[in-house]
């Protein structure tokens, strides 16, 4: 089988000033928190995706805000290598529950992010936002 990048589309969901993190549980970067997202599907734009997403994974519906931006991630020795395109969202409804892809979610602010255990890109969305400031 081909190797080849894989597009996938992650969102930053802020309510109160808070941003949604969920610890991944899940073989790439197991046990680190990281923005909630996934692939684009076919024949899906990535605005789709990252609503579905975000539904599957936090069974939260949203309202996107604006396009954060890109990032390419590649860990080849993990088998993985994705463009991700980030949005910023709001959430339209509470009911915080996460599936399988997560061991845990929540809603952090930028002090108590700066403290966890995440994955690069969450530094890089947020600082690329304009929320995370040294």
Request: glycine letters at 8%; aromatic letters at 10%; zero cysteines.
């Amino acid at each position: 089988m081909e190797k080849v990048p894989r597009v996938g589309s992650a969102v930053l969901v802020e309510k109160d000033g808070k941003f949604l993190l969920g610890e991944r549980n899940k073989k790439n970067a197991k046990g680190f928190w990281v923005i909630p997202g996934g692939k684009v599907e076919w024949g899906e734009t990535i605005e789709q995706a990252a609503i579905r997403e975000i539904k599957e994974e936090t069974g939260l519906d949203i309202e996107i805000i604006k396009k954060i931006g890109s990032k390419e991630i590649i860990n080849t020795p993990a088998d993985y290598h994705r463009v991700v395109f980030f949005h910023l969202a709001r959430p339209k409804n509470s009911d915080l529950k996460y599936n399988d892809d997560l061991s845990d979610a929540g809603f952090f602010t930028i002090d108590e992010i700066k403290n966890m255990k995440t994955v690069k890109s969450v530094e890089w969305v947020l600082r690329k936002a304009g929320y995370w400031k040294d």
